[in-house]
């Protein structure tokens, strides 16, 4: 399951989580292909009410959960 969250530090950019850790990804069309490792705290992050139509670019049949 990936889960998402805004990065209220960095506005249009969204932090995802996975079994292999958290990502930072901007928040717009094919942006997972450019996601990064996220390094920063927690207490910047709270869930993604909705992905806003973006379309990610995610693999197909990946289960996920907008917050």
Do not use: C, K
């Not at 901007?26 to 927690?42: C, I, K, L, S």
Request: no cysteine; charged share 20%; net charge negative.
């Amino acid at each position: 399951m990936i889960t998402f969250y805004e990065y209220t530090r960095q506005p249009r950019y969204w932090i995802a989580h996975d079994e292999q850790g958290y990502w930072l990804v901007p928040a717009r069309d094919g942006g997972w292909q450019e996601r990064t490792p996220f390094v920063g705290h927690a207490v910047n992050l709270r869930p993604l009410a909705a992905m806003d139509g973006i379309d990610l670019g995610l693999p197909p049949g990946a289960p996920t959960s907008p917050g």
